[in-house]
T-cell receptor
Framework: SAVISQKPSRDICQRGTSLTIQCQVD?????MFWYRQQPGQSLTLIAT?????????ESGFVIDKFPISRPNLTFSTLTVSNMSPEDSSIYLC??????????FGQGTRLTVV | KQEVTQIPAALSVPEGENLVLNCSFT??????LQWFRQDPGKGLTSLLL?????REQTSGRLNASLDKSSGRSTLYIAASQPGDSATYLC???????????FGGGTRVLVKP
């Protein structure tokens, strides 16, 4: 299994500002995944972050809005830029373990006012 | 495009009853299926992983079955407890390194 530490656990931000979410894993992993869960909805993949290359974004998500860094095999950040109330969601990072079992961080609950 | 559906969307039972949660998927070409638990405002906790070659997995009071050909999985929780109250999500993956496709979840309330 993998233990994932995600910071911050929650934040309230002003519209127009940016928030950077950190994800730290206790073991080296090739891929890290960033998901968004809007209120009352299920999870949607934002992007896949590979170490040493650009992140791969899903349809509907762009790098200017959600820049991602992956400086090494245990760490990644997701920035939510120029926030609006529509960005209020839970953001989760995930890694793939043995037999593709997915493990998630505890999530970042973001409220934009 | 893979679509995952969970029925019912919400379920309320008295303590001690068994819970039956359903998950269906449209594309049977999956690598595995995973069940998660999510408490309000929190992250996901992995409950059970069923590989495509398996028919079921068990962990304590939890049992999950998989019928890949018909695109269905069922999560059984025996002798429910108030602490089982949470949202349960199923997700499928097509291959290693691919994204998970999630169902909408079943919100469970177990009343004391």
């Amino acid at each position: 299994s993998a233990v994932i530490s995600q910071k911050p656990s929650r934040d309230i931000c002003q519209r127009g500002t940016s928030l950077t979410i950190q994800c730290q894993v206790d073991s080296q992993v090739t891929m890290m995944f960033w998901y968004r869960q809007q209120p009352g909805q299920s999870l949607t993949l934002i992007a896949t972050a590979n170490q040493g290359s650009e992140a791969t974004y899903e349809s509907g998500f762009v790098i200017d809005k959600f820049p991602i860094s992956r400086p090494n095999l245990t760490f990644s950040t997701l920035t939510v830029s120029n926030m609006s109330p529509e960005d209020s969601s839970i953001y989760l990072c995930s890694v793939e373990g043995g037999y593709t079992e997915a493990f998630f961080g505890q999530g970042t609950r973001l409220t934009v006012v | 495009k893979q679509e995952v559906t969970q029925i019912p969307a919400a379920l309320s039972v008295p303590e001690g009853e068994n819970l039956v949660l359903n998950c269906s998927f449209t594309d049977s070409a999956i690598y595995n299926l995973q069940w998660f638990r999510q408490d309000p405002g929190k992250g996901l906790t992995s409950l059970l992983l069923i590989q495509s070659s398996q028919r079921e997995q068990t962990s304590g009071r939890l049992n999950a079955s998989l019928d890949k050909s018909s695109g269905r999985s069922t999560l059984y929780i025996a002798a429910s407890q108030p602490g089982d109250s949470a949202t349960y999500l199923c997700a499928v993956i097509k291959a290693a390194g691919n994204k998970l496709t999630f169902g909408g979840g079943t919100r469970v309330l177990v009343k004391p």
